[in-house]
């Protein structure tokens, strides 16, 4: 009777759970090793204990899919069963398993160790990625220099295209094995929900009149400081906007300010000048989880991690990840960090996956997941909302006064913040855009780069500094591309920590909706435990329910909603309205000659 094959079920996902745990332990620690230390040994290393895992998880599955688990009357043993039953890339045969692995290792150790020559020094081409060349994206105002960071970077990563091509090929086979159409529909299986994509269509549509005022003004004073090199109605050049992916624009704020005036102090110099290292960076930001009485960091976090780039001249993947061990103890950070602001920020990002991975750790190893993966790219965003304001900033004495001059600081403040957001979602929305057509077959190898750079004008309104071919790969520029990592989630991310933001200021009763004294922007979380204790209890549900009801724990609405992120940013979408009309300037962009051919 089923009462029987469910008791059978119990027992055997009990066995299930202890030898999962055990098995994800041994294969994250063979992969920190390796992407923390880039060696021969430490590939192969990883790619056999892979191989033996994906083994052992495959003779599980066999077992598992013997029972009847879609007629369960228990819903959390259908749940966990379910989650069970999709194999993944452990569907492959053991060659194509290792031919898989192999190839995302040597696409994303190609990334990693990639270096090009200086443009003042052509004989120095030690230029890694992190930090020299984000350095000189970010600081320099040389557009020379800012094109050759730019071509050169694409022309050591574009190698890995043949890979790349075997890459989705392997992919989508493992996914037709999991009865999958494609990797595509592999990747939004997640989000348990048939109108997803439409709901992010949806969000975009929503959100764009903001982005199209935020770009028409950022392209009307970047024309204002280089010249005839921006166009007036074109596309913005992708190689001026502080950031090798244009993905961000925070780092052309300090000569596009509204009221450049009342510019506030550099907050990456304060930074150096009060003597801040990574370490205290990360101690600062351990203090604003703990202020929400939220868990601090446990000791083999402090042992473990890397919180900068090793001196000992390794090669390592220094994009930021943090890291769960699933042993209940042991969690990890991997950043090559800098003391600069931006860095402080990507501190509180990686820590709040950590605080994710420390509140949903006693859940069933099934569970131990984020609701969906965009909620795990929003805990530590939500915190950085709080962080960045200066309000907070002279709490923790980072600054000793908060700026004058009200109004023209927080247009000052909330474009700041917008450079970040705003412009972000175009990028994140068209990253998977463009995958998800690779893995459909819309897209083939012969024409990868044009139809990036395709997306890339329509939906972000930029063009490369040079023209393009088909002989680049310019996605491959990118980490998530070669790593195999899914973009759809900070999208997502970038819309709900806004819904999970205004939630938690309501709570602490530092938002009022009715209240011009208490706007959205202005709200800082530090020290709230009710607002703390809220959050908390919605991270603690791991991916136990679906998505809508973690959000609804929070929000009390179960839908991702552009309204937080609007809400958030009225004053400035009203104040570049006025002053785009002010300087008639053109809102939106002709697509000009194509440079991909
Ligand atoms: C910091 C991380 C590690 Se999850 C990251 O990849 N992020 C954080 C924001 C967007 C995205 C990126 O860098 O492209
Ligand atoms: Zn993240």
Known sequence: AIEEEEARARAFLKILNEKTWTRNNKGTIAAWNYASNITDYNLKEQIRVSAEIAKEVKEDWKELTKFNYNTFIDYD???????????????????????LEKIVSDMESAYATAKICSYHNKTDCSLSLEPEITKILTSSRDPEELKHVWVEWRKKTKTVKPLFIDYVKYSNEAARLNNFTSNTEYWLYDYESPTFVDEIEKLWRQLKPLYLQLHAYVRHKLRQRY???????????????????????GHVADFTLPYPKVKGPNYSNLLAKQEYTPIKMFQEAERFFVSLNLTEMPPLFWKNSILEKPKDGRDLVCHASAWDFYDQKDFRIKQCTDVT????????????????????????VAYR??????????????????VATSKHLKKIGLIDSEP??????????LYQMGLDKIAFLPFAYLMDLWRWQVFDGKITPEEYNCKWWDYRYNIQGIEPPVDRSELDFDPASKYHI???VPYLRYFISYVIQFQFHRAACEIAGEYDPNDLTKPLHKCDIYQNTKAGNAIGKMLQ??????????????????????????????????????????????IGWKICEKKCT
């Open 77 to 99: 043993l259908r749940r966990q069963f379910k989650k069970y039953s999709i194999l993944g890339k452990a569907a492959l045969p053991d060659d194509k398993y290792v031919k």
């Open 227 to 249: 010249g005839e090199v921006v166009s007036e109605k074109g596309p913005i050049p992708a190689h001026l906007l502080g950031n090798m992916w244009a993905q961000t624009w």
């Open 341 to 364: 602001f931006e860095d402080f920020i990507t501190a509180h990002h990686e820590m709040g996956h950590i605080q994710y991975y420390l509140q949903y750790k006693s859940q069933p």
């Open 369 to 386: 997941e984020g609701a969906n993966d965009g909620f795990h790219e929003a805990v530590g965003d939500v915190m950085a909302l709080s």
């Open 404 to 413: 004058a001059n009200k109004d023209q600081n927080d247009i000052n403040e």
């Open 482 to 484: 070669v790593a195999d």
């Open 541 to 586: 549900m791991g991916s136990s329910r679906p998505w809508r009801e973690a959000m609804e724990a929070l929000t009390g609405q179960q839908n991702m909603d552009a309204s937080g992120l609007l809400e958030y940013f009225r004053p400035l979408y009203k104040w570049l309205e006025t002053e785009n009309q002010k300087n008639n300037v053109y």
